[in-house]
């Protein structure tokens, strides 16, 4: 089952962002706290038996690229945004490389279409380039992003 975020899964969420990304990168409680206190319906839950087991999240805007002050900023969301940006896609690992993943990509795709989205934009370490790129995600090279002090790639998927 896929649903959207609320208020109350923010202790669950944070658990899972904690064990998918090292400390240096993931996102703290309180800013998937404020997070989903401004655009839980830009997240997106992956259940089984109701085990949260993933998750992708990220908000909107008019920018067309990823920048590091989007992952603290919530007051840079805009809900009529033309681009959905993906702050995390975290699956715990136990269900890793089993199709959760790319199942709940490609609800978010499929969501940023029917809200009628410019299309979606994410960073990426090089390893995960190939699995972005699966989904229609081309890479636009080196990021500027410095987010948790690692090269990331900005992949775009255009409408």
Known sequence: MIRKGTIEDAEI??????????????????????????????????????????????FCTNQRDLTDEMYSDTSMHDEDGDWQMIFGL????????????????????HMARQEKRKGLVLTCKDRLVPYYSQFGFKNEGVSSSVHGGVVWYQMRLEF
């Open 13 to 58: 969420l944070s658990k899972v962002e904690a064990t998918c990304f090292p400390p240096n990168e993931a996102a703290t409680s309180k800013e998937i706290q404020e997070r989903l206190n401004v655009y839980a319906n830009h997240f997106l839950l992956l259940f089984e038996k109701n085990q949260l087991i993933s998750f992708i999240d990220g």
């Open 90 to 109: 975290n699956t715990l690992p136990e269900y890793q490389r089993k199709g959760y993943a790319a199942k709940i990509m490609n609800a978010m795709i």
